[in-house]
């Protein structure tokens, strides 16, 4: 009769880190977005210089916020790429998808970290009165928290679902939907040469919120080792 050890994975449970990268990063948008019907939103990049340094200077506060929270979101992510590598390593994988999902992770969060100090510079009415210096720190803004957040998520998404793939971790519609997200969000990429293709990006960060929460549930803490 053969016998079985059980061994549990250890660290944080990675469903409710995604949960907290959610819950973080959307708090910070609820401060940017229109509600409500109010009028008052963060402006898109087509918007002319006049709106968008208005809007700096008139939103100090949301701005200062939005950074605030974005910046914070970025450490659970961090958490949860760095677990999640290790947790496919644990599960077996010696795959390069363990890499690739810890290096879009880390880049995902890099930028995101960025971007959000960008955003706590714009904060500063000083800073937002000089038109120049104002727009063409909200084009960074705008790039590095767009397709450089959307590119290296994809990574981090392609990593783990192309790994569990061959693992058979997570059911095969997650893996699935997981390699159509990353491949949304490698190809949002192009919107840096050509703007139409703008809606790639949030295309690849809302569904990118639950498919890593849903990750975070499913993917298996233990496996069996059996005993001589």
């Given at each position: 009769?053969?016998?079985?050890?059980?061994?549990?994975?250890?660290?944080?449970?990675?469903?409710?880190?995604?949960?907290a990268?959610?819950?973080?990063?959307?708090?910070?948008?609820?401060?940017?977005?229109?509600?409500?019907?109010n009028?008052?939103y963060?402006?898109?990049?087509?918007?002319?210089?006049?709106?968008?340094?208005?809007?700096?200077?008139?939103q100090?506060?949301?701005?200062?916020?939005?950074?605030?929270?974005?910046?914070?979101?970025?450490?659970?992510?961090?958490?949860?790429?760095?677990?999640?590598?290790?947790?496919?390593?644990?599960?077996?994988?010696?795959?390069?998808?363990?890499?690739?999902?810890?290096?879009?992770?880390?880049?995902?969060?890099?930028?995101?970290?960025?971007?959000?100090?960008?955003?706590?510079?714009?904060?500063?009415?000083?800073?937002?009165?000089?038109?120049?210096?104002?727009?063409?720190?909200?084009?960074?803004?705008?790039?590095?928290?767009?397709?450089?957040?959307?590119?290296?998520?994809?990574l981090?998404?392609?990593?783990?679902?192309?790994?569990?793939?061959?693992?058979?971790?997570?059911?095969?519609?997650?893996?699935?939907?997981?390699?159509?997200?990353?491949?949304?969000?490698?190809?949002?990429?192009?919107?840096?040469?050509?703007?139409?293709?703008l809606f790639?990006?949030?295309?690849?960060?809302?569904?990118?919120?639950i498919?890593?929460?849903?990750?975070?549930?499913?993917?298996?803490?233990?496996?069996?080792?059996?005993?001589?």
């Amino acid at each position: 009769m053969e016998n079985f050890s059980v061994k549990s994975h250890k660290g944080p449970h990675l469903g409710y880190v995604a949960l907290a990268f959610t819950l973080l990063f959307n708090i910070g948008l609820s401060f940017v977005i229109s509600l409500n019907g109010n009028t008052t939103y963060f402006p898109g990049p087509w918007e002319s210089e006049e709106t968008i340094v208005r809007y700096f200077q008139n939103q100090p506060h949301d701005v200062l916020l939005c950074g605030f929270f974005h910046f914070c979101s970025g450490i659970p992510l961090g958490i949860f790429t760095a677990t999640v590598a290790s947790r496919l390593r644990f599960l077996g994988s010696t795959a390069a998808g363990n890499n690739i999902a810890q290096f879009g992770g880390l880049f995902t969060v890099f930028n995101l970290s960025i971007s959000s100090m960008l955003l706590w510079v714009l904060s500063y009415q000083n800073v937002a009165t000089d038109a120049h210096i104002a727009r063409t720190l909200y084009y960074m803004v705008f790039i590095i928290g767009g397709v450089g957040y959307s590119v290296p998520l994809g990574l981090l998404i392609a990593g783990v679902s192309v790994t569990s793939w061959f693992m058979k971790t997570l059911p095969k519609w997650l893996t699935i939907s997981g390699i159509v997200l990353a491949l949304i969000g490698e190809t949002s990429i192009f919107y840096m040469v050509s703007p139409k293709l703008l809606f790639l990006i949030p295309l690849t960060r809302f569904p990118g919120f639950i498919w890593l929460t849903i990750v975070g549930f499913k993917l298996p803490r233990t496996v069996s080792i059996k005993i001589n």
